[in-house]
């Protein structure tokens, strides 16, 4: 009976395989072979004169080439940032803020299908991702904060709301165009002016959005958007005419910055890394729940601050989990990101699928066991198989430390306050999921979890009007929703 089931199950799995390619047309991406800077609404040549490439990962060709700011295009963009913040952007009436802010997003939907196309090029995530998610959540943001531009008395009643000058904000390759939504939308709904540096694996969607940017006329100089890697990222955060860093990626990173701008008067928001728990009790829907942990950990292929990245089972339900488990993941399909049937695209750079392949020797190492599924994966390109640990210890690396690939470490427990204790045992507090039939449950385990989200019986949702930031080292203040505008307001 096993065998026959296991053999059916087997069947399905290789005719979900062996589906016919759908990809999406390349024809829809208009990438230019070289870009500038854009500084004070005009690409501009880097004083810099150096450049470097952008590559598909999935096929390691080139796609462009942007330029590499040094510090003196840093200075330039920031004075434009300043200039643009004194002369019109502090003074305009916010109602007229906001009808760009909206022209940003009416322009971004129009555009949607090839911004979704360069994004999964760019980056390597499946195009169902950067078509159904990136995109349409990028659009959203925009149509949010144009709402809130001009009331701002409501958002903080009896107070006065003032912007604080120029915003530097520097964001990470896992969802660019997103990022860049996440904190230009905010800025300019504030009043601030914004230099804005994405990162360097990624810099196309953020270029695509400067030439939005000239579309909706926005006035000159109250969006810049620099591109480089970390010396880039570096200048802006220690240039001395910036009020406020915005900054997604690597704790490591968030750290230097805070220790950059300690003694100075910047403000910080910082979103830094994570190691959510997932947690299943057993009287949870099962099948719903295995959906939701499939989708914590290798949705963008685990490349998320706020994955699953963690997995706690109930002990009496603990087998039929990971049997469910391994059965859905045979079912993924790994592969071309531009393939409308794709699960699980390509690792965002070779520098990320080493830190991956790492941390999958360190937790053999560790003594825990792990599993793959059995696909196979394309020759060209940073692929990883979805995986799990199972036999993992509370004190092993891969169950403390951020992996950002789509590597899932699973432990059981018996009770409430074992769970509880397990999930806030590491240095992050990203977020968190619970799957159980018991509001009760969930009630008593969100108010006890060190996370800035909790997801009940559901993960990864988003949407502009909830707020999302972390505790600990997953960083400090919040963005989205209405506590979104904090960081970019002085209240009098
Ligand atoms: P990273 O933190 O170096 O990169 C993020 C951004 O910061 C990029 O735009 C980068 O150019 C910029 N940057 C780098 N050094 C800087 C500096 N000294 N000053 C100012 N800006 C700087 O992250 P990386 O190296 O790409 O990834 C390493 C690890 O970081 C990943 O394995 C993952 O664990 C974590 N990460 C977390 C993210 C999140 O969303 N929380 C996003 C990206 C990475
Ligand atoms: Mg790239």
Request: net charge positive; charged share 25%; glycine share 8%.
């Amino acid at each position: 009976m096993a065998t026959r089931k296991s053999n059916t199950l087997k069947l399905k799995f290789d005719s979900a395989r062996n589906l016919s390619p759908a990809p999406e047309s390349k024809s829809a991406a208009k990438i230019e072979p070289r870009y500038d800077l854009f500084i004070n609404g005009k690409f501009e040549k880097p004083l810099s004169k150096k450049y470097f490439s952008t590559i598909n990962p999935a096929t390691e060709e080139k796609l462009s080439e942007v330029a590499d700011a040094n510090a003196a295009d840093v200075n330039k963009a920031v004075v434009a940032a300043r200039t643009a913040y004194d002369k019109v952007w502090k003074k305009m009436p916010a109602k007229e803020r906001a009808k760009y802010i909206y022209r940003i997003a009416r322009i971004m939907q129009e555009r949607a299908r090839e911004f979704a196309v360069v994004e999964t090029l760019d980056g390597g995530k499946p195009i169902r991702e950067s078509r159904d998610f990136d995109i349409p959540t990028a659009a959203n943001h925009f149509f949010y904060y144009a709402g809130w531009a001009d009331k701002l008395e409501y958002a903080f009643p009896n107070r006065t709301a003032k912007p604080l000058g120029v915003a530097g904000q520097i964001i990470p390759w896992n969802f660019p165009l997103l990022m860049a939504a996440w904190k230009i939308a905010p800025a300019l709904a504030t009043g601030n002016t914004v230099v804005l540096k994405p990162a360097e694996t990624t810099p196309l969607t953020a270029l695509k959005l400067a030439e939005i940017i000239q579309e909706a006329d926005l006035p000159p100089g109250v969006v810049n958007i620099i591109t480089g890697a970390g010396a880039t990222g570096a200048a802006l955060v220690n240039h001395p005419d910036i009020n406020k860093i915005a900054f997604t990626g690597s704790t490591a990173v968030g750290k230097m910055i805070q220790h950059a701008i300690a003694g100075t008067n910047k403000k910080a928001t910082l979103e830094l890394g994570g190691k959510a728990a997932n947690i299943i009790f057993d009287d949870a829907p099962l099948d719903q729940a295995v959906e939701g942990v499939i989708n914590g950990i290798f949705f963008n292929q685990g490349h998320v601050c706020c994955a699953g990245s963690r997995l706690y089972v109930q002990e009496s339900v603990f087998k039929e989990v990971i049997r469910k488990l391994k059965d859905r993941m045979e079912t993924l399909i790994v592969g071309d990101p531009l393939d409308k049937n794709t699960d699980i695209g390509a690792i965002n750079s070779r520098q990320q699928l080493d830190i991956i392949n790492n941390y999958l020797k360190i937790g053999k190492q560790e003594g825990a066991e792990m599993y793959q599924s059995s696909c196979n994966l394309p020759r060209k390109g940073f692929f990883c198989k979805p995986t799990i640990f199972t036999n993992v210890a509370q004190s092993n690396r891969i169950a403390q430390e951020e992996i950002f690939g789509p590597v899932l470490a699973i432990q059981s427990f018996r009770t409430d306050d074992e769970v509880i204790e397990k999930a806030n045992n590491t240095p992050f507090g990203l977020s968190a999921g619970i799957w159980t039939d018991k509001g009760s449950k969930i009630f008593n385990l969100s108010s006890k979890m060190r996370a800035g989200v909790v997801w009940a019986n559901s993960f990864n949702k988003f949407d502009p009007s909830s707020p999302f930031g972390g505790y600990k080292e997953s960083g400090y203040g919040r963005e989205g929703g209405l506590h979104g505008l904090s960081g970019y307001v002085n209240l009098v």
